[in-house]
């Protein structure tokens, strides 16, 4: 089992920045992929970003050049700075976990809200 707590979030003004870290604990050794998710009210809940444990990472086209997803492996952390953030960033995210044998788990979520 992986427990995954999420900290950061709030609101902020377009074009603002805002920090979001996920920290992880339980059997971090079976831990593969760390990322980002959001859900949106009424909207699918989307892939933002992920990172590797080899460190390659992934975005999603509308964060691209905007977001920036970091892993500590030696804190068992992730990170995602995100930047000229825009109203439709506005959502839940969720920190995840891809564990080798193949399952998630996922964290609480915090609240991300962009005023316009």
């Known amino acids: 089992q992986v427990q995954l707590v999420e900290s950061g979030g709030g609101l902020v003004q377009a074009g603002g920045s805002l920090g979001l870290s996920c920290a992880a604990s339980g059997s971090i050794r079976s831990m593969n992929t760390m990322g980002w998710y959001r859900q949106a009210p009424g909207k699918q809940r989307e892939l933002v970003a992920s990172a590797a444990s080899g460190c390659s990472t992934n975005y999603a086209d509308s964060v691209k050049g905007r977001f920036t997803i970091s892993r500590d492996n030696a804190k068992n952390t992730v990170y995602l700075q995100m930047s000229n953030l825009k109203p439709e960033d506005t959502a839940v995210y969720y920190c995840?976990?891809?564990?080798?044998?193949?399952?998630?788990?996922w964290g609480q979520g915090t609240q991300v809200t962009v005023s316009s």
């Open positions: 995840y976990t891809r564990i080798w044998s193949g399952g998630t788990y």
